[in-house]
């Protein structure tokens, strides 16, 4: 089983900074199959980044994502009030297809 | 649009059963993989079960596997979770989830989501 480790666990940062959550892998994720998923309270996840890189429809070009192996970022370019949420990585190469445990972006 | 609508939920006693149900819509299900995901109150996503579009593979976390029973509908468009052998454990807002990539399991993220439903394993 691949275990996704994200960090920081809680990350404060005002409207308008640059935001960077990281997602580390026990082992090689096969072929950058690698999702970023936000969840706010009450709601499903939504995709945000797929192929570690390629953000998913309709999501805006300030979310991006990086990485490769075991080592995975996402970048909020600057951050809107409605990016305060959870964040979590998952691989979909393997299974079973493991989440992260997230990394909740809150508003200094 | 997508639609994916979960129901079944509820409160159950340690030990006993209870079959979810997910209604999609939107979407040719016949040809998508579908994967049940439940998350405990305050908790992360844990991944629970997949099936492939044809019903032919299915897969198990290790949390569920021997209690839990996925399976498809394809004239229905419906997906369901048989939940057997319930435990406290198993209490969480199960999700169902669409893999995003035609007739394929793995290598296929999850592009859209349910709203959920709760399940509560409770004396």
């Known amino acids: 089983e691949i275990v996704l480790t994200q960090s920081p666990g809680t990350l404060s940062l005002s409207p308008g900074e640059r935001a960077t959550l990281s997602c580390r892998a026990s082992?090689?994720?096969?072929?950058?199959?690698l999702a970023w998923y936000q969840q706010k309270p009450g709601q499903a996840p939504r995709l945000l980044i797929y192929g570690a890189s390629s953000r998913a429809t309709g999501i805006p070009d300030r979310f991006s994502g990086s990485g490769s192996g075991t080592d995975f970022t996402l970048t909020i370019s600057r951050l809107e009030p409605e990016d305060f949420a959870v964040y979590c990585c998952q691989q979909y190469g393997s299974s079973p297809f493991t989440f992260g445990q997230g990394t909740k972006l809150e508003i200094k | 649009q997508v639609q994916l609508v979960e129901s079944g939920g509820g409160v159950v006693q340690p030990g006993r059963s209870l079959r979810l149900s997910c209604a999609a819509s939107?979407?040719?299900?016949?040809?998508?993989?579908m994967h049940w995901v439940r998350q405990a109150p305050g908790k992360g996503l844990e991944w629970v079960a997949v099936?492939?579009?044809?019903?032919?593979?299915?897969y198990y976390g290790d949390s569920v596997k021997g209690r839990f029973t996925i399976s498809r509908d394809n004239s229905k468009n419906t997906l369901y979770l048989q939940m057997n052998s319930l435990r406290a454990e198993d209490t969480a807002v199960y999700y169902c989830?669409?893999?995003?990539?035609?007739?394929?399991?793995?290598?296929?993220?999850?592009?859209?989501w349910g709203q959920g439903t709760l399940v509560t394993v409770s004396s």
């Open positions: 099936i492939s579009y044809d019903g032919s593979n299915k």
């Open positions: 939107g979407f040719t299900f016949s040809s998508y993989g």
């Open positions: 082992q090689s994720v096969s072929s950058t199959y």
């Open positions: 989830a669409k893999a995003d990539k035609v007739l394929m399991v793995y290598a296929s993220c999850f592009d859209y």
